[in-house]
């Protein structure tokens, strides 16, 4: 319930929101419940982080199976990417945590990246890394200061997707494709 509060607190006022007492109030508990639960502020922000990027790694993960599979388009790889950075709120608690030096909140984030890379990797190189590491700080990027900065350029604001689709579609250009056969 805790997390569920704490989520909903993110998206509507931002992560300067997502305090120990905010979120008791908003569940109808005390203070000093979620103390004893999380221990801090940056301990619920924590587990908040952990369940957002657990969640969201999930959804990108299926999308790229789906994408390999060709089920999927890579604009949904890199909508929910972008989602989860923007609109999810990810974004702004990442940066939140960093601001307020609690940088090991992130870890939770880290990893979840780190295990979605390791179930997507195929082996040979270290493409998926850098794809994914692309992918994330354009996303990132643009839930900061994406829309200004596009706006300030005179470009629409769908130009970082539509640069992180480009770089997706090149990065696997070939490698999704099956090998062709070997004639004896």
């Known amino acids: 319930m805790a997390l569920e509060a704490a989520r909903a607190l993110l998206l509507e006022s931002g992560p300067q929101a997502v305090t120990l007492k905010a979120v008791a109030a908003r569940m109808g ?7 004893h639960h999380f221990g801090s502020a940056a301990g619920l922000q924590k587990a908040l982080a952990g369940q957002l990027a657990t969640g969201i790694c999930a959804t990108i993960e299926q999308a790229v199976f789906d994408f390999r599979a060709g089920t999927a388009t890579p604009r949904k790889v890199v909508d929910l990417a972008f989602d989860a950075f923007g609109r ?4 702004a608690l990442a940066s939140w945590m960093l601001l307020t030096g609690n940088e090991d909140a992130l870890d939770p984030i880290v990893g979840a ?3 979605l890379v390791d179930h997507l ?4 190189d270290d493409s998926v890394s850098r794809t994914v590491l ?4 354009l996303a990132l ?8 900065l596009a706006a300030a350029l005179d470009l629409p604001p769908c130009t ?4 992180a689709e480009k770089m997706l579609v090149e990065s696997t250009a070939g490698r999704l494709q099956e090998p062709a056969e070997i004639v004896a």
Not at 134 to 137: P, Q, S
Not at 160 to 163: G, L, T
């Open 29 to 35: 508990r005390t203070h000093a419940n979620l103390l």
């Open 88 to 91: 999810e709120g990810a974004g």
């Open 113 to 115: 990246i780190h295990d």
């Open 121 to 124: 990797h195929d082996g040979e």
């Open 134 to 137: 692309k992918l994330c700080l």
């Open 141 to 148: 990027g643009d839930a900061q200061l994406g829309r200004p």
């Open 160 to 163: 970082a997707r539509d640069m």
